[in-house]
T-cell receptor, first 111, second 115 residues
């Protein structure tokens, strides 16, 4: 089973920031948080990942709480092309590094 | 640098036939993962392979499914005697190594339809 919990759906106005939450209250100290998105039925697209520090790249920012039990993916200026299902995944240093996908959050960006 | 390539993109098979799905990882990547996505569901892990080795096949159905990643050539996911329940999108992902810090890059998928 997935170790993460996400709201099933969210709406965001175009041009506004989209803040997607993820709960991972059972995360272990050596487990990373990964975010992917799947647009329509395409292959999942990597967005960002982090361990405990906040991370930022050209696509998004990842904010991880100090206790690491939750995180938020921020798309600073959402566009219609950001409409997708967003998956938050926890993966550790042991095992075979497979991803266990949950049900994700279906983000709809509204014009 | 070309991304992960999968072929065919669409495959139609009749019940009882065999399906072969191919995955070419990104250049420099030696680790391949296969995932399956049933209609209206999330992705489920199937198998993890390195060159010539199956590392984790805990998500593979016990019968009819097999996977390989030979020293030369693409990774192959093989489904024998397909049934309607095998209709799904099959995604392959690759990474440069077996570390948790390495993200996986996904291909466009193969959509298998069993008639």
């Amino acid at each position: 089973d997935a170790k993460t919990t996400q709201p099933p759906s969210m709406d965001c106005a175009e041009g506004r920031a989209a803040n997607l939450p993820c709960n991972h209250s059972t995360i272990s100290g050596n487990e990373y948080v990964y975010w992917y998105r799947q647009i329509h039925s395409q292959g999942p697209q990597y967005i960002i990942h982090g361990l405990k520090n906040n991370e930022t790249n050209e696509m998004a920012s990842l904010i991880i709480t100090e206790d690491r039990k939750s995180s938020t993916l921020i798309l600073p200026h959402a566009t219609l092309r950001d409409t997708a299902v967003y998956y938050c995944i926890v993966r550790g240093l042991s095992g075979t590094y497979k991803y266990i996908f949950g049900t994700g959050t279906r983000l709809k960006v509204l014009a | 640098n070309a991304g992960v390539m999968q072929n065919p993109r669409h495959l139609v098979r009749r019940r009882g036939q065999e399906a072969r799905l191919r995955c070419s990882p990104m250049k420099g990547h030696s680790h391949v993962y296969w995932y399956r996505q049933l209609p209206e569901e999330g992705l489920k892990f199937m198998v993890y392979l390195q060159k010539e080795n199956i590392i984790d096949e805990s998500g593979m159905p016990k019968e009819r499914f097999s996977a390989e990643f030979p020293k030369e050539g693409p990774s192959i996911l093989r489904i024998q005697q397909v049934v309607r329940g095998d209709s799904a999108a099959y995604f392959c992902a690759s990474s440069p190594g077996g570390r948790a810090t390495y993200e996986q890059y996904f291909g466009p998928g193969t959509r298998l339809t069993v008639t």
